[in-house]
């Protein structure tokens, strides 16, 4: 499926990064309908983890290449979102129904607002600055 466009920022590696992340919680919703998340909950953790971190790390460099004004809050919002992660996997180390459905409302939300918020924001930034190189 491809990504809502709602979400789109325009910038193939970042709508690729989000729909990969987008795609994981997906994932889960859809397993814990059918009351198989069980499974499912360590691997979206661990993933999530990992995934993030090279993710925001990447959204990182381009700010930086670019010097985007919002660039402190922007990875101020990412490491906060890091340590949300750490303190939940930390407090989940098992499956719990509960743990499950926080992981979708929490996580997964903050990922939609973040992208929506912060990240399309970005994303029309680098653009501007791609094309701005382009035309040179
Ligand atoms: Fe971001
Ligand atoms: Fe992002």
């Not at 924001?121 to 040179?136: I, S």
């Amino acid at each position: 499926m491809p990504l809502d466009a709602k979400y789109e920022t325009g910038v193939v590696w970042q709508d690729f990064q989000h729909k990969q992340l987008i795609d994981l919680f997906k994932k889960i919703r859809e397993a814990r309908a059918q009351k198989k998340d069980k499974n499912l909950f360590r691997y979206t953790l661990a993933f999530l983890a990992m995934y993030v971190n090279h993710h925001f790390s990447l959204e990182e460099e381009y700010m930086e290449k670019y010097q985007y004004p919002a660039k402190d809050a922007h990875h101020r919002e990412h490491q906060g979102f890091v340590k949300e992660i750490k303190a939940f996997r930390d407090e989940n180390t098992n499956y719990s129904e509960k743990a499950s459905e926080d992981l979708l409302n929490s996580m997964g939300e903050w990922i939609l607002t973040h992208i929506l918020e912060d990240d399309q924001k970005l994303g029309q930034f680098v653009l501007e600055k791609e094309q701005l190189h382009l035309r040179v």
